[in-house]
């Protein structure tokens, strides 16, 4: 039996602040699961549903995040090609940044691996180590993990967060 190492981990953060259809972002994030696993991409772990204010303008609906680990042989280019495809099936169109969306996928880190490709592929993804609603999710499942980048525990990553970042996000209560 193989032992997994932390470098064999892959984590995807799931976003949504906009309904898909009839479902809410919650019941949207847990479609967006079981698409995952219906894509080849098998989730070892789920955290919470986390709620945090819409960025950069707070005025825009609040998102529903989580984070997922995923078991996969796949690259890191399949999987993000995946996420794209399951994204565009829950009616994601890209254009503005940051802008409202029914589901944000994102490859926080595939197994430890730098990769700063020419067709715009970064991973570690490159903001997540700022971002609260990546971070508690992730702190959740993965509580020993530690930026490829920096080395830095997820601990002194969160500890490195505004206050007011993380006061403002916060695990949701089943149901």
């Known amino acids: 039996m193989k032992t997994e190492k932390p470098s064999d981990r892959i984590y995807i953060a799931l976003g949504a602040n906009l309904s898909h259809g009839a479902c809410s972002p919650r019941a949207t994030l847990a479609q967006a699961r079981l698409a995952l696993t219906e894509a080849g991409l098998p989730l070892v772990a789920a955290s919470s549903d986390w709620h945090s204010p819409a ?67 970064v991973v570690p ?13 992730l702190a959740e499942i993965a509580p020993g993990w530690t930026d490829p980048v ?5 601990t002194e990553l969160i500890a490195a967060l505004p206050q007011a970042d993380r006061s403002a996000t916060y695990a949701l209560q089943e149901g």
């Open 55 to 121: 960025w950069p303008d707070p005025s825009d609906p609040p998102y529903v995040n989580a984070v997922v680990e995923i078991a996969s042989p796949a690259s890191a280019r399949e999987i993000l090609d995946g996420l794209h495809a399951i994204e565009a099936r829950f009616g994601r169109e890209r254009g503005v940044r940051n802008a409202p969306r029914p589901l944000d996928l994102d490859l926080i880190d595939c197994r430890g691996e730098r990769i700063e490709a020419e067709d715009g592929l």
């Open 125 to 137: 993804h490159p903001r997540a180590t700022g971002r609260a609603f990546v971070l508690l999710p």
């Open 150 to 154: 920096s080395a830095r525990t997820i």
